[in-house]
T-cell receptor
Framework: DVKVTQSSRYLVKRTGEKVFLECVQDMDHENMFWYRQDPGLGLRLIYFSYDVKMKEKGDIPEGYSVSREKKERFSLILESASTNQTSMYLC????????????FGSGTRLTVV | SQKIEQNSEALNIQEGKTATLTCNYT??????LQWYRQDPGRGPVFLLLIRENEKEKRKERLKVTFDTTLKQSLFHITASQPADSATYLCALVSILTGGGNKLTFGTGTQLKVEL
């Protein structure tokens, strides 16, 4: 069964901490994405990558960075966590070519206190 | 500005009836549109894709229409079941220069199918 795996389902971090969210996919997909989901705002794209070591800003990149050192792994980094980054974070992947549907992970619910 | 609108109010219907969910968009010219299902605490799951030159697409009890003139997609579930209860998201597809596609999501409509 093909899969996108996010390392943690729940995380609680303190304000100012550096936070790493990890995502691994086993489908050999070129494209990977990080979204956050908040009530009433839906899913908003933070960053995406269409190749190893490549990254592109999404709609809300401020306060975040990403790393893609290997094709299967895409990490989201909160440089200095703040309470307004409390959210559900969702990772997704897709093949490079064609309008294929995304495969999402189960999400990480991050609480910053 | 670009906007994707789905009915934010929950849709409650009786088992066996047809559920119809609406997705309207402005200031987009998507080549494709996708629909996803999301259960509480889980990531969205891809259901269907429809191209701009397709008027209708079916998959089992699901049917999607895409009207680029009205800038609207309708998502139908026929013979609905309680197990269909979930939030349904529409997403507009933009083709990336580097290859692949980027999705912009609506906020979703919650469907509740009652016995």
């Amino acid at each position: 069964d093909v899969k996108v795996t996010q390392s943690s389902r729940y995380l609680v971090k303190r304000t100012g901490e550096k936070v790493f969210l990890e995502c691994v996919q086993d489908m050999d997909h070129e494209n990977m994405f990080w979204y956050r989901q908040d009530p009433g705002l839906g899913l908003r794209l933070i960053y995406f990558s269409y190749d190893v070591k490549m990254k592109e800003k999404g709609d809300i990149p401020e306060g975040y960075s990403v790393s893609r050192e290997k094709k299967e792994r895409f990490s989201l980094i909160l440089e200095s966590a703040s309470t307004n980054q409390t959210s559900m974070y969702l990772c997704a992947s897709s093949p490079r070519h064609g309008p294929y549907g995304y495969t999402f992970g189960s999400g990480t619910r991050l609480t910053v206190v | 500005s670009q906007k994707i609108e789905q009915n934010s109010e929950a849709l409650n219907i009786q088992e066996g009836k047809t559920a119809t969910l609406t997705c309207n968009y402005t200031n987009y010219s998507p080549a494709y549109l996708q629909w996803y299902r999301q259960d509480p605490g889980r990531g969205p799951v891809f259901l269907l894709l429809i191209r701009e030159n397709e008027k209708e697409k079916r998959k089992e009890r699901l049917k999607v229409t895409f009207d680029t003139t009205l800038k609207q997609s309708l998502f139908h579930i026929t013979a609905s079941q309680p197990a269909d209860s979930a939030t349904y998201l529409c997403a507009l597809v933009s083709i990336l220069t580097g290859g692949g596609n980027k999705l912009t999501f609506g906020t979703g409509t919650q469907l509740k199918v009652e016995l």
